[in-house]
């Protein structure tokens, strides 16, 4: 039900509330319009007097507005009157103050007002049919076979609500706008906003449909969800879709989180989450530090000073340097959930990988299939720094242009070689073999063309035959290949994907095999 909604609309970001009771509302308004079916829904709702609450609640959800702005939708909306939100926040089931509703639950209470390719319009609803909106939940028009007493062509709904009356209706260009008496508050709604303690922060998650992303990649980590499990008091700072939208949009990111190195992953999680406390926005003050599970603090930004983003916003190695909390949090069995717009990048890794985006070295470091490769960078560095060699991350992410003829995991295991069967010194030789000092397009690797490694002393003899792992186009790396009498045993590996990441100092190959120098 509830997660119906989100899957159309999360790419859209959601903005921060600073939502106030609506107790000061009013009926003022500008003359109502005629409905000539010129305007669309959003136009003519701000044109219709007595709809102030409504509107300024929408108004924090660019995604619903976007939805009654675009006239190629068929929509009926029902907007609820100011007065209608004073009588909901007086009833007993509603919180009397509407801060007090979290953001989510209340972008849940104003998507039950929008029904797609649907006619909702006074003077038009037939006894007994039945209209279903974005969230699923069903209202029948009165009369129907054993329904309680209802005003005939009014509406119901199985909650309580059993005469909603359309005061009047527009004809948009995407459909129609009827202002109604009363807002549209479901039992699975109420039980949300009553009863959400009796869920743990994982539930949570998996309930609401804008935390999709983050539910499918927690769930790939099941320690993390053990935790996220448990009745340990904890703040979880959930980023929501548009989160991981615009971090997948990042260049130099690959373009699903399912490709990204598994252990940056688990670290980027990890620091999502603050055991011990349960916080929400208004517990954090200025230069605040929150221990993380990842072991690095995330900083509350002071306003002032270093490093002077807006007081009280989220200070991380992100590039957003100021990350907002979004609403109030949902509250769990086990603490707080708070949603963020953008995902929460641990000081070190924004410190270490993002001067490494685009380039060669990003590619390496942050791809999940090449992470033995990467661990195999690492140790030879430690090797080259120690011997006052250019470390190979210094080689990898500069300007110079390189191609990297890469292993994958797959080929490692399949040789049996792991990162500690060799030492430093000898990844640092191996590695450098399967780096050219210059950018080679796929056309580029003909037959018996030759690649000069970044080794000084060693050449790529290429060799174009049958397809075994790949496309065809081997590498002989020691020199030991006869062109007059050809013998592919004595070829150590096979392009297997080019252009697997084409960077700002060069590309990428995929090799079946690995080219060992002389």
Not at 133 to 152: E, H, K, R
Not at 167 to 184: M, P
Not at 321 to 350: D, H, Q
Request: hydrophobic fraction near 40%; charge should be negative.
């Amino acid at each position: 039900m509830i997660k119906s909604i989100f899957g159309k609309i999360f790419l859209l970001l959601i903005l921060a509330i600073f939502l106030d009771s609506c107790d000061n509302d009013n009926n003022s308004g500008s003359p109502s319009p005629g409905g000539t079916g010129t305007e669309n829904i959003w136009d003519l709702a701000n044109q219709t007097q007595g709809l102030d609450s409504i509107l300024k609640y929408l108004g924090q959800y660019p995604s619903l507005i976007e939805l009654m702005v675009d006239t190629s939708n068929s929509l009926s909306v029902t907007l609820p009157t100011n007065k209608a939100f004073i009588d909901l926040l007086n009833s007993p089931e509603f919180p009397d103050n509407i801060n007090e509703l979290s953001s989510v639950h209340l972008e849940i209470l104003l998507s039950n007002h929008v029904f797609e390719d649907q006619t909702i319009r006074s003077g038009m609803l037939v006894p007994a049919s039945t209209f279903s909106n974005l969230n699923s939940i069903q209202l029948v028009v009165n009369p129907f076979p054993g329904n309680p007493a209802g005003t005939s062509g009014t509406l119901y709904l199985d909650a309580g609500l059993t005469e909603l009356e359309i005061k009047e209706s527009y004809v948009a260009s995407n459909g129609f706008l009827s202002v109604v008496s009363d807002v549209v508050l479901d039992e699975g709604l109420k039980s949300l906003i009553n009863d959400a303690s009796s869920q743990s922060i994982w539930q949570l998650i998996q309930t609401y449909g804008r935390y999709d992303s983050a539910e499918k990649y927690l769930g790939r980590f099941p320690s993390l969800v053990d935790i996220l499990s448990t009745p340990t008091v904890q703040t979880f700072f959930v980023p929501n879709n548009d989160a991981f939208v615009a971090f997948l949009s990042t260049p130099g990111v690959p373009d699903n989180l399912s490709s990204i190195n598994p252990q940056i992953l688990e670290e980027i999680l990890k620091y999502h989450l603050v055991s011990g406390a349960q916080l929400s926005k208004s517990d954090l003050s200025p230069g605040d530090l929150l221990p993380t599970l990842q072991g690095e603090n995330i900083e509350v930004n002071p306003g002032l000073g270093n490093p002077g983003g807006a007081a009280g916003t989220l200070f991380t190695g992100s590039l957003n340097r100021e990350i907002e909390i979004n609403g109030l949090p949902l509250i769990a069995n086990n603490g707080y959930l708070n949603e963020v717009g953008t995902i929460l990048i641990p000081p070190s890794i924004g410190a270490t990988w993002a001067p490494l985006l685009g380039t060669n070295a990003g590619t390496i470091f942050l791809s999940a299939d090449f992470s033995i490769l990467a661990e195999a960078v690492l140790k030879a560095d430690d090797y080259a720094s120690s011997n006052g060699l250019t470390t190979l991350v210094d080689i990898l992410s500069g300007t110079t242009m390189n191609t990297v003829f890469g292993p994958t995991n797959v080929t490692f295991n399949v040789a049996g070689i792991g990162v500690n069967d060799l030492t430093g010194e000898q990844w640092y030789e191996v590695i450098l073999n399967h780096v050219v000092f210059s950018d080679v397009a796929p056309a580029d690797l003909t037959h018996g063309s030759t690649w000069p490694t970044a080794t000084g002393k060693d050449t790529l003899y290429t060799v174009v035959g049958s397809a075994i792992n790949g496309l065809g186009i081997f590498f002989d790396s020691n020199g030991d290949y006869d062109y007059a009498a050809p013998d592919p045993t004595r070829l150590e590996a096979e392009i297997a994907l080019p252009d697997a990441a084409i960077n700002s100092n060069g590309r990428v190959y995929i090799i079946a095999g690995i080219l060992l120098p002389k």
